[in-house]
């Protein structure tokens, strides 16, 4: 392979805008799977001894995408050329390696750490170099160890068919591997284990790895300890992305700050506010801390799975916000507290339709019994009065009125309604309907560029939204973010961190803030430290 580019400042920032393009995409598209499996079989081509194929971007020359094994891929290809459109300094050899990254943590995976700095090629390798479905034992080692792979890679590799389905038109196989196959976890193993399962697919090279001893090891771990089979898989998929590939660990501090950071999209976002939902309704008495993130992190990733399946990404970020959005910083009343979930409060005219994500969460926590219903904050089992969110129909003297009473400011107040971005309004609910932007589910600045757009038409604009134009102290903000979407991006971060840290204190000997902020950092809620995301500021959804 050829060596890797030199991978400077400008390089990283788009490679972190491609990931959020990616996350989008995938989220709205269900695309996951064919993503991942791009990925797999652009990498998987590599031979060790020649140190020819692997992931170098080939896979879209026409003579290799009409090998047999990739049947199909020309929709990936294609899903892929619309990133690349917008980003066309990346290589394909690290667009498509990102989008494996990308389709396994949207799906609920674990976080894989991924470097750029790949080189396309031009040259195809011989057709065969992929696994054959039909095949063994013998064949899958032949294949895996002509990669410089080992048999814990094969076994946790594998279980990338947790996602997707297989179809007859390209394999000659149809069905999927598990019930879920939109959900990253360690399914494909458990189904494995138990034989024959109606509806479900096994290969013959799914049932190799029950064939041989030092496979079905593994097998029986990963399917009884899905953290082990995380750890594993996640080592195991950055070997693959890097076969032929030496990644350059640069000095560039931008780069390693960027290459722990989960971007986000609108799952990625709503990820983040149900989990500080979470944190905020549920702490264990009885469990350490460790305990506790580890809960929290297998949360996170049920919460990304259920929000992709579900695509409620709007609702769960309005959720958030309302939980948080009734804080009163002279009583320390209210707040990002859990009250939200109490029948009384939950039956306050702004928070209509919100049971449905009251109980979409109720989904996860019911999967994690060591969190527990515990109050963090005085006051916290007691609903607040009525009336503390924003009234959709006011102008900008209530707007100041509800964020002043926060201790939030007047670009608080422009960033965090930049949350619109996300969603529609419904009638039923606030008595206003449509969306504000052309792709509601989609996290981006084009709040701001409708505002701005005297001609747009079909698309909302509150009393609330026209109030950021007509007042000159907002309007500096909403023309600013226009035209400058990682300012946004930024200045949103900071602003979504103080909505949700609005009220934190010590409580019980536990630094609720410090455990809160940690954890909603190491889950995705990383807005904390970058600029790759968004909240939301939702009234109306």
């Given at each position: 392979?050829a060596e890797p580019?030199?991978?400077?400042?400008?390089?990283?920032?788009?490679?972190?805008?491609?990931?959020r393009?990616?996350r989008?995409?995938?989220?709205?598209?269900?695309?996951a799977?064919?993503m991942l499996?791009?990925?797999?079989?652009d990498?998987g081509t590599?031979d060790?001894?020649?140190?020819?194929?692997?992931?170098?971007?080939?896979?879209?020359?026409e003579h290799?995408?009409?090998?047999?094994?990739n049947?199909?891929?020309?929709?990936a290809?294609?899903?892929?050329?619309?990133?690349?459109?917008?980003h066309?300094?990346?290589?394909?050899?690290?667009?498509?390696?990102?989008?494996?990254v990308?389709?396994v943590?949207?799906?609920?995976?674990?976080?894989?750490?991924?470097?750029p700095g790949?080189k396309?090629?031009?040259?195809?390798?011989?057709e065969?170099?992929?696994?054959?479905a039909?095949?063994g034992?013998?064949?899958?080692?032949d294949?895996f160890?002509?990669m410089?792979?080992?048999?814990?890679?094969?076994v946790?590799?594998?279980?990338?068919?947790?996602?997707?389905?297989?179809h007859?038109?390209?394999?000659?196989?149809?069905?999927?591997?598990?019930?879920e196959?939109?959900?990253?976890?360690?399914?494909?193993?458990?189904e494995?284990?138990?034989?024959?399962?109606?509806?479900?697919?096994k290969l013959p090279?799914?049932?190799?790895?029950?064939?041989?001893?030092?496979?079905?090891?593994?097998?029986?771990?990963?399917a009884?300890d899905?953290?082990?089979?995380?750890?594993?898989?996640?080592e195991?998929?950055k070997?693959l992305?890097?076969?032929?590939?030496?990644?350059?660990?640069?000095?560039n501090?931008?780069f390693?700050?960027?290459s722990?950071?989960?971007?986000?999209?609108?799952?990625?976002?709503?990820?983040?506010?149900a989990?500080?939902?979470?944190?905020?309704l549920i702490?264990s008495?009885?469990s350490?801390?460790?305990e506790?993130?580890?809960?929290?992190?297998?949360?996170?990733r049920?919460?990304r799975?259920l929000?992709?399946?579900?695509?409620?990404a709007p609702i769960?970020?309005?959720?958030?916000?309302?939980d948080?959005g009734t804080?009163?910083?002279k009583?320390?009343?209210g707040?990002?507290?859990?009250?939200?979930r109490?029948p009384e409060e939950?039956?306050?005219?702004a928070?209509t339709?919100l049971k449905?994500a009251?109980?979409?969460?109720?989904?996860?926590?019911?999967?994690?019994?060591?969190?527990?219903?515990?109050?963090?904050?005085?006051?916290?089992?007691?609903p607040?009065?009525?009336?503390?969110?924003p009234?959709?129909?006011q102008?900008?003297s209530h707007?100041?009125d509800?964020?002043y009473?926060?201790c939030?400011?007047?670009?608080d107040?422009?960033?965090?309604?930049?949350g619109?971005?996300l969603?529609?309004?419904?009638?039923?609910?606030?008595?206003?309907?449509?969306a504000?932007t052309?792709?509601?589910?989609?996290f981006?600045?084009?709040?701001?560029?409708?505002?701005?757009?005297?001609?747009?038409?079909?698309?909302?604009k509150?009393?609330t939204d026209?109030v950021?134009?007509?007042?000159?102290e907002?309007?500096?903000?909403?023309?600013?973010?226009?035209?400058n979407?990682?300012?946004?991006?930024e200045?949103?971060?900071a602003?979504?961190k103080?909505l949700?840290?609005?009220?934190?204190?010590?409580?019980g000997?536990i630094n609720?803030?410090?455990?809160g902020?940690?954890?909603?950092?190491?889950i995705?809620?990383?807005?904390i430290?970058?600029l790759?995301?968004k909240g939301?500021y939702?009234?109306t959804h």
């Amino acid at each position: 392979m050829a060596e890797p580019l030199v991978v400077d400042g400008e390089y990283l920032k788009e490679v972190e805008k491609a990931r959020r393009d990616l996350r989008a995409l995938i989220s709205s598209k269900n695309c996951a799977p064919i993503m991942l499996r791009l990925a797999w079989h652009d990498a998987g081509t590599y031979d060790v001894n020649t140190k020819t194929g692997g992931p170098n971007g080939s896979i879209r020359n026409e003579h290799e995408l009409g090998h047999g094994a990739n049947s199909g891929l020309k929709i990936a290809i294609s899903l892929c050329e619309e990133v690349k459109s917008k980003h066309p300094k990346i290589t394909y050899a690290d667009l498509y390696q990102l989008a494996g990254v990308v389709a396994v943590e949207v799906t609920g995976g674990p976080t894989i750490d991924f470097v750029p700095g790949r080189k396309d090629s031009l040259e195809s390798p011989e057709e065969g170099r992929l696994p054959d479905a039909k095949q063994g034992v013998s064949h899958l080692k032949d294949i895996f160890y002509r990669m410089g792979l080992s048999d814990k890679d094969i076994v946790a590799l594998s279980g990338g068919h947790t996602l997707g389905k297989a179809h007859p038109d390209r394999s000659g196989f149809d069905g999927p591997w598990t019930s879920e196959p939109l959900k990253f976890d360690n399914s494909y193993f458990v189904e494995l284990l138990k034989g024959e399962s109606e509806g479900l697919l096994k290969l013959p090279t799914d049932i190799a790895l029950l064939d041989d001893p030092a496979f079905r090891g593994y097998v029986e771990l990963y399917a009884k300890d899905e953290d082990a089979f995380f750890k594993d898989y996640a080592e195991s998929h950055k070997k693959l992305s890097e076969l032929g590939f030496s990644p350059v660990r640069s000095s560039n501090k931008e780069f390693a700050k960027s290459s722990v950071i989960i971007a986000q999209s609108a799952v990625g976002v709503a990820v983040a506010a149900a989990v500080v939902i979470l944190i905020l309704l549920i702490m264990s008495s009885s469990s350490n801390n460790r305990e506790y993130a580890n809960e929290i992190e297998k949360a996170r990733r049920d919460l990304r799975a259920l929000i992709l399946a579900k695509n409620c990404a709007p609702i769960m970020l309005r959720l958030a916000w309302h939980d948080a959005g009734t804080y009163d910083a002279k009583t320390k009343s209210g707040g990002p507290n859990g009250s939200i979930r109490l029948p009384e409060e939950l039956n306050h005219k702004a928070n209509t339709g919100l049971k449905f994500a009251v109980d979409l969460c109720e989904q996860v926590k019911s999967k994690h019994p060591i969190i527990t219903y515990a109050d963090l904050y005085q006051d916290s089992n007691k609903p607040v009065e009525e009336g503390r969110l924003p009234d959709a129909t006011q102008g900008a003297s209530h707007l100041r009125d509800v964020f002043y009473r926060m201790c939030l400011n007047d670009k608080d107040i422009v960033v965090l309604s930049g949350g619109h971005t996300l969603g529609k309004a419904h009638l039923e609910r606030s008595g206003f309907e449509g969306a504000w932007t052309k792709d509601p589910l989609k996290f981006d600045n084009s709040y701001f560029k409708q505002l701005l757009d005297r001609n747009s038409k079909g698309l909302l604009k509150l009393p609330t939204d026209k109030v950021l134009v007509e007042d000159l102290e907002f309007r500096r903000y909403v023309e600013h973010y226009a035209k400058n979407e990682d300012a946004f991006f930024e200045d949103y971060a900071a602003s979504h961190k103080k909505l949700s840290e609005l009220g934190f204190k010590q409580s019980g000997g536990i630094n609720v803030k410090t455990i809160g902020v940690a954890l909603v950092v190491s889950i995705g809620v990383a807005l904390i430290a970058t600029l790759l995301h968004k909240g939301q500021y939702h009234i109306t959804h």
